[in-house]
């Protein structure tokens, strides 16, 4: 089983940027991997995803925004996050995958003037 950790949260104005990682306890290189997101009541949104291959899908409230890397070799993904927006506030949650799931415990990101 995989151990996942997600860092880089904080508050940040409406503008701004940050970048969270996603740091694995072994190899990723076997993995593909999820930023999801979890606004107050709302469901889990998938974010961002990378293949092994390199693949990229982002949300469409992710394009132009936000990309997602991987540095297999760090064990580590992240998601740089720009411009963002009141409503990107939510709990971001890292998901690696292969044929099962491991979740991280989500980093708090909170967009406020």
């Known amino acids: 089983q995989v151990q996942v950790a997600e860092s880089g949260g904080g508050l940040v104005q409406p503008g701004g940027s940050l970048r969270l990682s996603c740091v694995a306890s072994g190899s990723i290189s076997m993995y593909n991997v999820d930023w999801w997101r979890q606004a107050p009541g709302g469901p889990r949104d998938l974010v961002a995803r990378i293949l092994t291959d390199g693949s990229i899908n982002l949300a469409s409230f992710a394009k132009g925004r936000f990309t997602i890397s991987r540095r297999n070799a760090e064990a580590t993904v992240y998601l740089q996050m720009n411009n963002l927006r009141p409503d990107d506030t939510a709990v971001y949650y890292c998901?690696?995958?292969?044929?099962?799931?491991?979740w991280g415990q989500g980093t708090q990101v909170t967009v406020a003037a």
């Open positions: 998901n690696v995958w292969q044929r099962e799931n491991n």
